[in-house]
């Protein structure tokens, strides 16, 4: 059985997300919480976050094992992007994007 967990609106760039989203695909759930604890950066922080809830929702509304949950899916989507503009030369503006995303664990009882 598939459960699944959503982070939406987090700000941060989802390209610096999916590597370390990458990192924990396929690993058991205890595994991935070690591999993600011991990366100093804030998207394993998020990472983490998305992951605990996904084996929270696992436990307690699906009845499964936390021994036996296995990652299927961790990927970051791209979410709203804040545009805001910085002042420039001569009188111009440069635009800022400051990107958000979504991130996506789905974890599986290994069947």
């Given amino acids: 059985m598939e459960v699944k967990a959503i982070t939406k609106h987090q700000r941060m760039s989802p390209s ?4 370390v989203a990458r990192l924990i695909r396929g690993k058991s759930a205890a595994a991935a919480l070690d591999v993600l604890r011991a990366i100093p950066k804030k ?3 998020l990472i983490e976050k998305t992951l605990k809830s996904a084996i929270a929702n696992a436990i307690n509304n699906n009845k499964l094992s936390a021994d036996a949950l296995v990652i299927k899916s961790a990927v970051a989507n791209e979410g709203p992007r804040l545009k805001r503009f910085q002042p420039k030369a001569r009188g111009s503006a440069g635009p800022i994007i400051k990107r958000t995303c979504h991130i ?7 069947q």
């Avoid at 610096?16 to 590597?19: A, F, R, T, W």
């Avoid at 996506?104 to 290994?110: A, F, L, Y």
């Fill in 43 to 45: 998207s394993a922080r």
């Fill in 16 to 19: 610096k997300v999916g590597p």
């Fill in 104 to 110: 996506q664990v789905i974890v599986t009882d290994g």
